[in-house]
Every structure is written in C-alpha cells, then in structure tokens.
C-alpha cells in the first residue's frame, strides 16, 4: 500500500515534497519499522524529468508535521486561477 497523501510545494516551483502513507516503514529518526508510516519524496519536475532530490522514511509520530502539512494542501493537479463571483464584484 502507498498512498499519496499530499503534495507540499516548496520555495522553488519546480519541486515540490511528495507525502504517502506507506506500509512498513523504518523511521529515520528513531529507527523503529511500523507497519504504516510516512514517506516523503522531494522531487522536481521538468517538463520532461522527474528528478528525486530526497526521500526519506518516518513512523507517524516524527512524519507527523509532513502528514499534517500535506494534508492542509489540496490536490489539484489541473488547478487553475479562476476568479470567484465575489472577485468580480469589486471590479
Ligand atoms: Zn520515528
């Protein structure tokens, strides 16, 4: 199981911190394996490439701040800027 939680961007555009959910899992910072835990891929994307600059392993509790963070951004992978209805009132 891996499963993409969120993805984080990053001061570059380009790249942006990928977190799963994935199962079995060696935390790098207390080292202990859990059967689910959080892993965060830092990747940059080019038109072309995929890049993994970083990837890195935690159990739930250190990957905590990365799963909540992830969370708080939404997925839209086709998001584009549209104005709401109130934006255009002020015009
Ligand atoms: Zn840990």
Do not use: F, N
């Not at 490439?49 to 708080?72: F, I, K, M, P, W």
């Amino acid at each position: 199981m891996r499963e993409l939680i969120g993805r984080i961007p990053t001061k570059d555009p380009g790249v942006t911190e990928d977190v799963y959910l994935s199962e079995l899992v060696r935390c790098r910072e207390c080292e202990r394996t859990v059967p689910v835990g959080i892993e965060v891929v830092t990747v940059r994307k080019d038109r072309k490439s995929r890049d993994v600059l970083h990837h890195v392993y935690y159990c739930r509790a250190h990957g905590l701040d990365y799963e909540t963070r992830a969370q708080s951004v939404p997925i839209r992978p086709h998001a584009k800027k549209q104005r709401t209805p109130d934006e255009h009132l002020h015009k």
